[in-house]
Nanobody
């Protein structure tokens, strides 16, 4: 059974930091591109950071320079270090894993973790 389990969310003051984790099980993690999405109330879900199985990263403009995505293939875990948090970063954060193979595309989502930035 495939499972992506996010953790690390919570309430933080503006300017603070949080580190989100997403632990994967049931997949060949090192073969998967991993991404972080977020969804604010009333908004569409948006991708904010991604890391390929080779370690290449990309970021949305809204988080570039503040957030850092990384992965530890030995622990089957992807991280999102979030610094200089702003109230507009408040959202539910989701991780997604995706693999591309001869047999097609496989995509899995976590259940999400709430991040609230407020004083």
């Amino acid at each position: 059974q495939v499972q992506l389990l996010e953790s690390g969310g919570g309430l933080v003051q503006p300017g603070g930091s949080l580190r989100l984790s997403c632990a994967a099980s049931g997949i060949s993690f090192s073969n998967y591109k991993m991404e972080w999405y977020r969804q604010a109330p009333g908004e569409d879900r948006e991708v904010i950071a991604g890391i390929t199985n080779g370690g290449l990263t990309n970021y949305a403009d809204s988080v570039l320079g503040r957030f850092t995505i990384s992965r530890d293939n030995a622990k089957n875990t992807v991280y999102l270090q979030m610094n200089s948090l702003k109230p507009e970063d408040t959202a539910v954060y989701y991780c997604r894993g995706q693999s591309f193979s001869y047999y097609g595309i496989q995509t899995y989502w976590g259940q999400g973790t709430q991040v609230t930035v407020s004083s």
